[in-house]
């Protein structure tokens, strides 16, 4: 089905999604919120540039956008997968629990944070370009990648990491000069560790059509937290 | 040991003459506080470790037992007393936070107290409940602005959804994770059983449960724990979590101790590992973002379910509370200073906030001025203790209020203020699945209902007397109310006149 997003709300956009048909094509798009919210079992293609909470609460639904998408993409998805071909505004993977979120372009602040893993679940965000501050903030679980493809400066921002207390992040390339909190630690990834992304990184480069070999061409660096409870010594009862 | 300074609190008086040496007492006590002395047959106490909970008490078969507060004391003073000279050694004994539980023990005033009910004589006449209908249920969510009508004439329902309550109280959030399960159990049988509803709190819901749901609130918090689609849609209404009364400003966090079994199951996170929900939802920065947040929520649950904001009661609640009513959110729950929690830091439970006497009252102001009264419901939280606090918060505009604090004393909780322990004795505040036994949900929830449906006929009672036969005619009728001892601020702020007047 081809839907027609011009003049629509996202209410009533969200009605027609929801009608039935299993893969949907969005033409148009522009500025629309909440696409796909909590939806399952459907394909939709977005041409245009979908609003904020993209795919909040997702449950299975794949999604690919043909450009950018805005802040709190995939806002504590469940399942599915969300593929941007543009950029992504702010808070993107927003406490995402499972799927996954390949973006071609940059990522802005707050990406990956409360990103949490569970059980079977594993939540996995690749970004092809380069990410704001406070990347993987509170992060308790899952995979970011970030790979600064054709970047100059830093793959991520300040304050990477903060209350990160499980979970992984990659970043390729340079990472000199990149501050870290006191519990969050950083090594070249080893194969082991790279043998675990392997899978992301050939679907990015299949996604976006780009050559595998441009993208591991360089090191990455893993960051992990030295413990599952950041805030242990803290407190005294009273 | 190195010294700490730290002398009991509390003694244990155990009268020997009694005592039959059954130990029940030292099985009872996680806290490890007695003990038998094989040698000598008698029994022997830790008073240290005695939080006071009397749960000992309560189980000695030939009550043998009382707990008193130890004479022992620092030299009188006014200013340093006991506890502030205690804090000291504790923190400089060991460099943190300290933390506490359940709601603030200081003497700030509590205007429930203050404030005095109506009754009718000899004009408009007292009702007379038993005899005459009387109506406590409400409807909570906006209110439609005006009829509509098709062309032909006929009603057009353009009612939001409402959450309908046969009375107007319903149990705030406590996660899964601060209480046991036993309780989660009883406070979903009371509210199905009562009519009204109950509060997952932030920590998801258990799937044994999911059957409760149309009486199930269920909550959002910064963390996200255990939200998912099918946990949105197993409830009758969804409540963000911005803030909470106990802890204004500051989020919660669940250590990786107790994220154990099932607790970990419904929180969807990993044992072991700490279930942090910060202070701020990193996604909302203003009201526009929480119209966001509660706008995803209403598309992912295809806008059957009301939305509820959750904040604390702070000092600019009025501003606060109206940009609210404009997020598109259903109904408005404001917590008060005095409410509840499982563990927060004692400074911020001890210090920040405002009673919800004063907070729920400028709100319902702010809100009619602005003519917006009517896109949200009001609850009010935060220590309502009895039916005529009830009363009194719907005479200064509250819809419903939210009972947590007082449906746990129902079930057995003895107020030790020690549940950051995890060491409940009396099975409520505590994971551990020996002590978690100890409260029967057949029971406790058979209390629930009892204390709910007793407060209902006062609830009633108290309308009668002043004539008025539903509580929609209560809903911020301030003229039912007269303020003793309080100046002439106070009574302004609660847009009601002194006693007398
Ligand atoms: S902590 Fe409770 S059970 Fe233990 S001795 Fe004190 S009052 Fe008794
Ligand atoms: S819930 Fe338990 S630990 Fe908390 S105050 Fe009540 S009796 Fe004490």
Request: hydrophobic share 35%.
């Amino acid at each position: 089905m081809i839907i027609d997003a011009a003049g629509r709300d996202h209410r009533s956009l969200n009605e027609e999604i929801r009608k039935g048909d299993s893969d949907i094509t969005i033409n148009g798009c522009l500025g629309q919120r909440f696409i796909a919210s909590g939806m399952d079992n459907v394909r939709i293609l977005i041409n245009g540039t979908p609003g904020n909470a993209l795919g909040a609460y997702l449950d299975g639904a794949d999604i690919l956008v043909r450009g950018n998408a805005q802040d709190a993409a995939g806002d504590t998805m469940n399942e599915g997968r969300i593929v941007i071909y543009g950029n992504v505004g702010d808070a993107a993977g927003y406490a995402m629990r499972g799927g996954e979120i390949y973006i071609r372009g940059d990522a802005g602040y707050r990406a990956g944070i409360h990103m949490k893993a569970y059980s079977g679940k594993l939540p996995v965000m690749v970004v092809g370009g380069s990410c704001g501050s406070f990347l993987g903030e509170y992060q308790a679980g899952g995979m970011i990648i970030v790979l600064g493809l054709d970047k100059e400066r830093p793959v991520v921002g300040n304050f990477c990491g903060t209350g990160m207390h499980g979970g992984r992040i990659y970043l390729r390339g340079d990472i000199e000069g990149l501050k870290l909190p006191k519990q969050v630690s950083c090594k070249k990834a080893g194969s082991d560790e790279m043998e675990v992304i392997e899978k992301y990184l050939v679907e990015f480069s299949q996604l976006f059509d780009v050559p595998y070999e441009k993208i591991a061409d360089k090191e990455f660096h893993v960051l992990t937290p030295d413990t599952h409870n950041p805030y242990k010594q803290l407190y005294v009862q009273n | 040991m190195p010294v700490d300074f730290m002398y009991p609190e509390y003694e244990i008086a155990r009268n020997d003459s009694r005592c039959i040496r059954c130990r029940v007492c030292e099985r009872q006590c996680a806290n490890e506080v007695h003990s038998y002395e094989e040698s000598g047959n008698f029994m022997l106490s830790d008073e240290s470790k005695c939080v006071n909970c009397h749960r000992c008490v309560s189980l000695c078969p030939t009550r043998a037992l009382k707990i008193v507060k130890s004479d022992h004391c620092f030299k009188e003073n006014a200013n340093w007393n006991q506890a502030a000279i205690k804090e000291i050694y504790k923190q400089s004994g060991s460099g943190g936070v300290l933390l506490s539980s359940m709601g603030n023990p200081e003497r700030y005033p509590v205007y429930w107290d203050k404030m005095l009910i109506n009754a009718s004589q000899v004009t408009n006449p007292s009702i007379d409940p038993l005899r005459e209908p009387m109506e406590t249920k409400v409807f909570l969510g906006k209110k439609p602005e005006r009829i509509e009508r098709g062309p032909d004439g006929s009603l057009r329902n353009n009612l939001t959804p409402q959450l309908e309550l046969a009375m107007p109280v319903m149990f705030s959030a406590m996660s899964y994770g601060s209480i046991s399960y036993n309780a989660h159990e009883s406070l979903a049988r009371a509210s199905r059983e009562l009519g009204i509803f109950y509060n997952t709190g932030e920590g998801g819901l258990h799937e044994d449960f999911y059957q409760y749901g149309e009486n199930t609130i269920v909550q959002v918090a910064s963390g996200r724990f255990g939200v998912h689609r099918e946990y949105l849609e197993a409830g009758a209404a969804i409540e963000i979590k911005m803030g909470q009364g106990a802890k204004p400003g500051i989020g919660g966090h669940l250590p990786g101790e107790k994220i154990v079994g099932d607790i970990s199951k419904t929180r969807m996170i990993p044992e072991g590992s700490d279930a942090i929900s910060p202070a701020p939802h990193h996604d909302i920065y203003s009201i526009e973002d929480l119209r966001q947040l509660v706008f995803s929520l209403k598309e992912a649950t295809q806008y059957k379910k009301p939305v509820i904001v959750k904040v604390a009661a702070v000092h600019n609640i009025a501003a606060i509370a109206s940009g609210i009513a404009r997020s598109g959110a259903d109904i408005i729950a404001i917590d008060g200073f005095r409410g509840g929690t499982g563990a927060a830091p004692t400074r911020i439970r001890d210090n920040v906030g405002i009673p919800i006497e004063l907070a729920l009252a400028s709100v319902d102001a702010r809100l009619r001025d602005e003519g917006i009264r009517n896109n949200v419901s009001l609850v009010a939280g935060g220590s309502i203790r009895n039916s005529a606090d009830v009363v009194k918060a719907i005479a200064l505009g509250a819809d419903a209020v939210y009972i947590a604090t007082g449906a746990l004393l129902a079930l057995g909780c003895h107020l030790c203020r020690s549940c950051q322990s995890g060491k409940c004795n009396w099975g409520i505040a505590t994971q551990r699945p020996e002590l978690v036994k100890r409260l029967n949900p057949d029971m406790g929830f058979r209390r629930l209902v009892n204390l709910l449906t007793a407060w209902n006929h006062e609830i009633k009672e108290l309308m009668g007397g002043m004539g008025i036969n539903s509580i929609e005619a209560l809903k911020g009728n301030r003229l039912m109310l007269r303020g003793t001892g309080l100046n002439e601020n106070e009574l302004g702020i609660l847009g009601i006149s002194h006693a007398g007047e």
